[in-house]
């Protein structure tokens, strides 16, 4: 490899992880101001314009404050815990394709850091790995809280990763291909949502459980386990686990844009113009969906995951193997 390809990549890496980086910080801000004005309130208003450097005024705070460690806490685990669930969450970037590509210095360059044959498989993967900094700081904080929410959103992570893949496996199906960039190139004439619609809700539903998000949120229960696996944490390795959750809404609205929206195909505007729009349309709903619904009991959220959705991604499956022999033929 060259001196200017290394250049392209590095520089590839560098740019995406910064846009990510503040798109994390400043997705807390519209939550915020949107859930406000879904209420009848303001939201942040006074630090900067409409309350725009009120995430950068979060992140200094939480920089300075008290860093607490439990006294009786495994402090190898409580301290590690963090880091896996926001660096799981960062990992999946390597592999979204968030345009096609672009000429640069008479190269042909994708907007995405890799292009890889087994794409999807890697980020199963690399997002099931998040579930293990969640159980580990519920257990290593020595607090009954703490380890209540751990075990829920284990149960729950682990109950809605299998509905998550069998949404998935209709996809892999339809465009015959693990590569995400391929998947993207199959849709050009005929988005996913429309071939795939029960795995587009499924994928949907099971992304909300993934984030932990409402009505989804059992795991950070307040009115029953405080702040749930989080709750002896303070500053920065308490920051961390809200950027991997909000780096996980992100991950979660790429990846329905680019597997049943087209990803960045759509006509006039630049691709990366259409992935931005689509990308933030589901982050949009996540936060919508947080000012509308109650959360589900623990028990009814268990039941619909294992006697809902996975049959549905079953029968799912099934269909779509029956009408891609059908036009095919036998």
């Known amino acids: 490899?060259?001196?200017?390809?290394?250049?392209?990549i590095t520089g590839r890496v560098l740019l995406i992880f910064a846009v990510f980086m503040g798109v994390v910080a400043y997705i807390t801000w519209?939550?915020?101001?949107?859930?406000?004005?879904?209420?009848?309130?303001?939201?942040?208003?006074?630090?900067?314009?409409?309350?725009?450097?009120?995430?950068?005024?979060?992140?200094?705070?939480?920089?300075?404050?008290?860093?607490?460690?439990?006294?009786e806490a495994n402090k190898v685990i409580y301290n590690l815990a963090p880091?896996?669930?926001?660096?799981t969450s960062?990992?999946?970037?390597?592999?979204?394709?968030?345009?096609?590509?672009?000429?640069?210095?008479?190269?042909?360059?994708?907007?995405y850091i890799a292009d890889i044959n087994v794409a999807i498989l890697y980020i199963l993967a690399v997002s099931s790995l998040g579930v293990y900094g969640v159980v580990l700081a519920g257990w290593s904080s020595n607090s009954k809280?703490?380890?209540?929410?751990?075990?829920?959103?284990?149960?729950?992570m682990i109950s809605y990763e299998i509905a998550t893949g069998l949404a998935i496996?209709?996809?892999?199906?339809?465009?015959?291909?693990?590569?995400?960039?391929?998947?993207v190139n199959s849709q050009k004439g005929l988005w996913n949502i429309i071939l795939q619609p029960i795995g587009f809700i499924i994928f949907l539903i099971c992304g909300f459980a993934e984030c932990n998000r409402t009505p989804f949120d059992l795991p950070e229960c307040e009115n029953e386990l405080v702040a749930?696996?989080?709750?002896?944490?303070?500053?920065?390795?308490?920051?961390?686990f809200f950027m991997g959750e909000y780096a996980h809404i992100l991950v979660i609205s790429s990846l329905i844009t680019t597997?049943?929206?087209?990803g960045w195909n759509g006509p006039v505007f630049p691709g990366v113009i259409w992935f931005i729009i689509k990308t933030s349309f589901f982050a949009f709903l996540f936060i919508w969906v947080r000012a509308t619904y109650p959360r589900f009991r623990y028990d009814q959220l268990m039941k619909f995951g294992w006697k809902v959705l996975l049959p549905l991604g079953l029968v799912n499956i099934i269909i779509t193997g029956l009408i891609i022999a059908i036009v095919k033929g036998w």
Not at 83 to 87: D, G, L, N, P, Y
Request: proline share 2%; charged share 15%.
């Open 83 to 87: 880091f896996i669930v926001t660096t």
């Open 145 to 156: 809280y703490s380890f209540l929410g751990g075990l829920r959103s284990s149960a729950q």
């Open 90 to 111: 960062f990992l999946c970037l390597a592999v979204i394709p968030f345009s096609g590509t672009i000429n640069i210095f008479g190269r042909d360059v994708g907007v």
């Open 259 to 262: 597997l049943y929206l087209g």
């Open 30 to 71: 519209a939550e915020r101001k949107i859930l406000g004005h879904m209420q009848s309130r303001h939201g942040p208003l006074h630090v900067g314009w409409h309350g725009l450097l009120q995430p950068i005024a979060d992140g200094i705070k939480l920089f300075f404050k008290e860093d607490i460690t439990v006294s």
């Open 1 to 8: 490899m060259d001196l200017i390809g290394l250049g392209i």
């Open 169 to 183: 496996v209709g996809v892999l199906m339809v465009s015959g291909s693990f590569s995400l960039v391929d998947i």
């Open 228 to 240: 749930g696996f989080h709750t002896e944490y303070s500053s920065m390795k308490f920051a961390l």
